[in-house]
């Protein structure tokens, strides 16, 4: 009865405490009858996975269809090998999907229960380790991107041991010094390919670092003497120097940076720093029971390493005591007090392993009472979270030297944050680039650089952020507003997701700016195009002849014409394809030319080359130019040739016709002559014409006006003083005659303008129209205000001409738009102006083809007219409506067109009959 008793008190003690580890670990527990096939699971299965475990089927496939097909076949295969070799511990890491269809990563582990010779059970525990996965993965991705960022950089790091005045150097800075396997030296050899010049330079600003006043900054461009290639290289070192409460340098490290290309072509380069790498352990657990009694521990294998190091037998809950740190004492004392009270101990505490390393340890457990309430056991589990804690010091870390990378380093670099791009780290270098100051810095990008507004890089980086793949751009152009200027900056760069749970947060921008390089590569590329096309164009014979052995390269057509060869020719030795010259003296003359480096000239030599087969005899004027490298050395020979074979042949023909174009030439000379007086004639009768039209001005302006303005005077005093007599009929017949000649007076006053302006009176000068439009529109300012019309005017460019005769034009023009308004709304008139070419289809051939032009607009939304009248209104005296409806004297757009002829312009319009029109006005642009 006893024994029985015991062994229900043992099964419910067995199964406390497999329910307290498997809430304690937060581990999904199945158990696997595998003669039954069917298959348990604990209720951590729902809190853990979101599936309720009644709800799953009975067998292994609630298991098998839960796996990740790709992870399927592999974790099935290894669990029923391990069931045929009848073993008993099996342990995989795969991927196990949600309810809600996500996959969580997991660890697995399974002990198999054997029984007469025959696996029977299999008892597994299933631990989500898909936070632990996803840090590892987060902090890998931020090293590769810092180690991207280094490689990007080409930066090379150093550290010194003050103390012992060691180097230590990567390969990269130790090869820039001039060294080859010397990972470390002692500092004074550091300056051993020092340039002389700028040793004592290096050694005061190493020593300034090392003085605790100096705050340990170091920054410093030198020049390196390579002993193996005699080559001068300069270095710019940069570092920082740290010190103790004793203000004595402990460490003084930095990073080295090749800028020799700098400071010879004034580029910049990227560069980067080092960045420490993050890496993160496994996850393991064990568990415990401690009896209260005896105080001996039963343990599971893991327990004891992971509190001391190693897997030694212990028998005693000392072990809790005699490895935990000294300084975690307290925090195992407090929660032993809880545990007292409340029967639950947690707490976290480092342990010292056998080997003297520090882990941090979590240490859960739960008291077993008995019958009467008394605690008599401690259940409980230990997990090694050393690599949490690690990794959240570490990734601390990271993003301080992150910090500290970028405020040093001279390459751009710039963090933005959420999916408005917020700027929430730039350093100095960034901001220069940039043309911004740190004001922002909090800002949305395009906030704080609207100048991106239209370009590419906005919709490049959000592909970034949505897709999580970097971006990486070579040789581009970017508009950036620096110093007020709007500016075309090239650039290499690259755009990296930041990623946190494998979820993009932000984008890291390392940038070298390479204008300089870019606009370098672009003329020496269009210089070789052009001496391509020169070549290849050219109505003459060139090639080059390239080296000793003068390889033929880049024929033309009218060379390959005089080898009487084909394209092949190029890349084969001159010899080889015209040994005849061998025997005859260029090829002499073309190894001198590249011995002496002087010029070849010669008129009509003789030449005997083989065409068809054929030895034929030929003359050239030709010449061999050498051609120099950057370095001044030699390296091809420009052969530029003429075939003057028919002149030498045809020379005594053209002797024999001179006397014959002498006498040609003779009779030319009369002709010229001849026309000479007749266009002397003409202008002579032009300037007659002239005198009499500025006659005819003066009359109109003098004679005509007296006599009208005296019917105009009299009329006047007539209707004052007799039109108290007159009947209505005489008074609507005075006011007609009065009509007529305010009428008269203007159309007088128009057409003295339009003789005026059939020369160009006054100088011409570069004219700001957006002045003329405005002293225009002050003249109307009471003709606008009646009509309520609303002028908008853009930003007007430039014209060479006479402003007078301009503000003809506009006033004319605007006074029409106000004029013929659509009665039913207010009258809108714009102005505006763009360049425009011959080129453009626009423009009238007319013009000159080799001007450019200013193109204006006056847009207006009145009644419009037919496009069948569009000659017509230019012309004088031609009206679309009648007098009652709209006055004027039909002269003003006559007198538009005057004005743009007079400055070698072009106008015309477009319209539709009640939707307004728009003027077009064509004026060349500003030669001056």
């Known amino acids: 009865m006893n024994d029985k008793k015991s062994s229900v008190n043992d099964r419910l003690l067995l199964q406390e405490r497999f329910d307290l580890v498997a809430k304690a670990t937060h581990d999904v527990i199945r158990d696997w009858d595998l003669e039954k096939k069917t ?5 951590v299965m729902e809190s853990l996975f979101g599936y309720i475990t009644e709800d799953l089927e009975p067998g292994p496939d609630s ?29 995989e890491h795969y991927r196990f999907r949600r309810a809600d269809g996500s996959y969580a990563f997991v660890h697995d582990r399974g002990y198999t229960i054997i029984d007469g010779g025959k696996p029977v059970r299999m008892v597994a525990s299933m631990q989500d380790t898909s936070e632990q996965v996803l840090m590892q993965k987060a902090l890998e991705e931020s090293e590769a991107r810092l180690l991207f960022a280094l490689s990007s950089a080409q930066l090379f790091t150093w550290d010194i041991d003050t103390q012992n005045q060691i180097v230590h150097w990567g390969e990269g800075t130790q090869r820039l010094h001039g060294f080859t396997n010397a990972q470390s030296v002692p500092s004074t050899q550091m300056l051993e390919n020092a340039h002389p010049e700028d040793r004592d ?19 410093i461009e030198y020049r390196i003497c390579d002993p193996k290639s005699n080559s001068l290289r300069w270095i710019h070192s940069s570092g920082q120097a740290y010190f103790g409460t004793d203000n004595k340098p402990y460490r003084f490290s930095g990073v080295t940076k090749d800028i020799t290309d700098q400071v010879l072509s004034r580029e910049k380069a990227a560069i980067a720093d080092h960045q420490a790498s993050i890496a993160i352990e496994g996850f393991g657990a064990g568990s415990f029971v401690l009896d209260l009694a005896t105080n001996e521990i039963t343990y599971s294998p893991t327990f004891v390493r992971i509190l001391t190091g190693t897997e030694f037998v212990a028998k005693s809950g000392k072990v809790f005591v005699d490895h935990i740190h000294r300084d975690d004492l307290p925090f195992r004392d407090e929660a032993l007090a809880l545990l007292r009270k409340t029967g639950v101990l947690s707490y976290e505490a480092r342990f010292i392993w056998q080997d003297g390393s520090e882990h941090w340890v979590r240490v859960i457990g739960k008291n077993l009472v008995d019958a009467s309430g008394k605690a008599i056991t401690l259940s409980g589990i230990v997990l090694d979270i050393t690599d949490s804690v690690e990794a959240e010091k570490k990734l601390s870390e990271s993003e301080a030297k992150l910090r500290t990378l970028m405020g040093k380093a001279p390459v751009a670099i710039g963090l933005l944050k959420g999916e408005n791009f917020i700027i929430e780290e730039a350093n100095p270098c960034i901001l220069q680039v940039w043309g911004k100051d740190e004001s922002v810095i909090g800002m949305p990008l395009i906030e704080g650089l609207p100048e991106l507004a239209g370009q590419a890089y906005p919709e490049i980086l959000a592909n970034v952020y949505n897709s999580g793949v970097p971006y990486h751009g070579l040789e581009s152009r970017v508009e950036l507003i620096r110093n007020g200027q709007k500016e075309d900056v090239y650039f290499n760069f690259v755009y990296t997701p930041l990623f946190e749970s494998e979820t993009v947060t932000g984008i890291i921008i390392v940038a070298s700016e390479i204008t300089e390089q870019v606009q370098t590569k672009l003329k020496i590329a269009e210089s070789e195009r052009k001496f391509r096309n020169l070549i290849e164009e050219a109505p003459i014979a060139i090639c080059l002849f390239k080296g000793r052995d003068l390889i033929i390269e880049n ?24 040994p005849e010259l061998l025997d005859q003296p260029f090829m002499q003359i073309l190894d001198d030319v590249y011995t002496t480096g002087i010029a070849y000239h010669s008129d009509a030599a003789r030449a005997d080359l083989v065409i068809d087969g054929v030895m034929k005899t030929f003359y050239f004027d030709f010449t061999y130019q050498p051609l120099r490298n950057e370095n001044g050395v030699i390296y091809a020979i420009v052969d530029i040739a003429i075939d003057v074979t028919s002149q030498i042949e045809y020379r005594t023909m053209l002797e024999k016709s001179q006397d014959k174009y002498r006498q040609l030439a003779s009779e030319l000379e009369n002709r010229v002559q001849k026309s000479t007086n007749e266009l002397r004639k003409a202008n002579h009768d032009l300037t007659l014409s002239n005198a009499n039209l500025q006659q005819f001005a003066y009359a109109a302006s003098h004679d005509m006006q007296e006599p009208l303005r005296k019917i105009q005077a009299f009329s006047s005093r007539l209707q004052t003083q007799y039109e108290d007599v007159l009947d209505d009929t005489g008074v609507f017949m005075l006011n007609r005659m009065q009509d007529a000649g305010k009428r008269m007076s203007a159309m007088i006053d128009d057409l003295l303008a339009y003789s005026r302006l059939s020369t160009r009176d006054g100088e011409f000068a570069v004219v700001n129209m957006n002045r003329v439009v405005a002293e225009v529109l002050s003249d109307l300012e009471i003709v606008v205000q009646e009509s309520g019309a609303h002028i908008i005017t853009g930003e007007l460019i430039p014209v060479w001409g006479n402003a007078r005769q301009f503000a003809q034009l506009f006033q004319n023009i605007i006074s ?20 425009v070419s011959q080129t453009d289809s626009e423009i009238s051939s007319d013009l000159s083809p080799e001007q450019s032009y200013v193109k204006i607009e006056i847009e207006d939304n009145g009644i419009g007219f037919n496009m069948d009248n569009l000659d017509r209104i230019f012309q004088m005296f031609q009206r679309l409506h009648g007098r009652s409806e709209y006055s004027g004297s039909g002269i003003g757009l006559a007198l538009c067109r005057k004005v743009v002829q007079n400055h070698n312009g072009y106008l015309t319009a477009v319209s539709e009959e009640g939707r307004g029109a728009t003027f077009i006005i064509y004026l060349p642009e500003q030669n001056g």
């Open 39 to 43: 298959l348990w699971w604990n209720d």
């Open 63 to 91: 298991w098998y269809n839960r796996i990740h097909p790709e992870d399927q076949e592999r974790v099935i295969t290894s669990i029923h090998k391990l069931i045929e070799k009848k073993e008993s511990n099996w342990s």
């Open 201 to 219: 330079r290096l050694t005061e600003a190493v020593n300034r670092a090392l003085t605790r006043d100096s705050g340990g900054y170091f920054d």
């Open 555 to 578: 024929p033309n057509d009218a060379i390959l014409k005089i080898f009487g060869k084909g394209n092949d020719v190029a890349g084969k030795k001159l010899a080889d394809v015209l």
């Open 816 to 835: 029409n738009a106000v004029k013929y308004r659509n009665h039913e709304q207010k009258p809108i008139i714009q102005i505006r102006s763009s360049r």
